[in-house]
């Protein structure tokens, strides 16, 4: 079992940069990939990245990178996100999630933490 709990979001001015965390309690942790998601108003929730266990492996959609740079820490049981050169269509509530191994099922979710970018 793990709990998520993501924080860092805020409202920044297009260009900004923010750091999203998401700490996981439990100790499976190191054993999952991590993924970060966002759901835009009024629009469906849409992958951004993800990092494989060990961190050696990510992968993140086109419109971020270059951007955004997803990280973890096993040591501490965190996942980040660095987001830089934010867009106002960057404005999301953004979900960390887990998945076992290579799986794309994701078992556990984080509450979300809101990024608003202003133009």
């Known amino acids: 079992q793990l709990q998520l709990v993501e924080s860092g979001g805020g409202l920044v001015q297009a260009g900004g940069s923010l750091r999203l965390s998401c700490v996981a309690s439990g100790r499976t942790f190191s054993s999952h990939d991590m993924a970060w998601f966002r759901r835009p108003p009024g629009k469906e929730r849409e992958f951004v990245a993800r990092i494989s266990w060990s961190g050696g492996s990510t992968y993140s959609t086109e419109s971020v990178k270059g951007r955004f740079t997803i990280s973890r820490d096993n040591a501490k049981n965190a996942v980040y996100l660095q987001m830089n050169s934010l867009k106002p269509e960057d404005t999301a509530v953004y979900y960390c999630?887990?998945?076992?191994?290579?799986?794309?099922?994701?078992?556990?979710w984080g509450q979300g933490t809101q990024v608003t970018v202003s133009s």
């Open positions: 999630a887990a998945a076992y191994g290579s799986s794309w099922t994701f078992d556990y």
